[in-house]
């Protein structure tokens, strides 16, 4: 059985935060070539995204694994267009050590692929831990 668009949102979104970030694995996570990221972390910050999936895992994704302890999803929400999901979720950071309370936000194409993401969170935990 097929599922229902709103189903494909929902899974992309916590195979994103359970197995992708929370376990380290990169590949698991359905990313478009031509994949545009948005983060507070970002060289440049948000408003410079990181375009393409080889340097979003050459330049994002590299220290990842070795710096997150974790997640917990907390909560997905799908558009009404259903183009896009957010997904809310705590980020375990072993260091500095500190928790993120994040919300990422994706948008996805009708193959199911992430072509669009931006993270909302506040940086200070790991930029100016005191």
């Known amino acids: 059985m097929k599922e229902d668009r709103a189903t494909q949102l929902r899974r992309i979104a916590r ?3 359970e197995e992708g970030l929370g376990k380290g694995n990169f590949d698991i996570i ?3 070539d031509h994949i545009s990221l948005r983060a507070p972390l970002n ?12 340097l979003l895992r ?7 694994p070795e710096l997150v302890d ?4 907390l909560d997905i929400y799908v ?4 183009d896009a999901v957010a997904v809310e979720f705590y980020c375990r950071i072993k260091a500095p050590s500190c928790t993120l309370r994040i919300i990422d936000r994706f948008k996805v194409d009708a193959s ?6 931006e993270n909302f969170f506040d ?7 005191n």
């Open 79 to 82: 558009s009404t267009k259903l």
């Open 43 to 54: 060289p440049g910050g948000s408003e410079s995204p990181i375009v393409g999936r080889s």
């Open 112 to 117: 199911g692929r992430i072509t669009d993401q």
């Open 30 to 32: 359905p990313y478009a």
């Open 123 to 129: 940086p200070r935990p790991v930029t100016d831990p």
């Open 58 to 64: 050459d330049t994002w994704w590299k220290p990842l």
């Open 70 to 73: 974790g997640t917990e999803l």
């Open 15 to 17: 195979t994103y935060v």
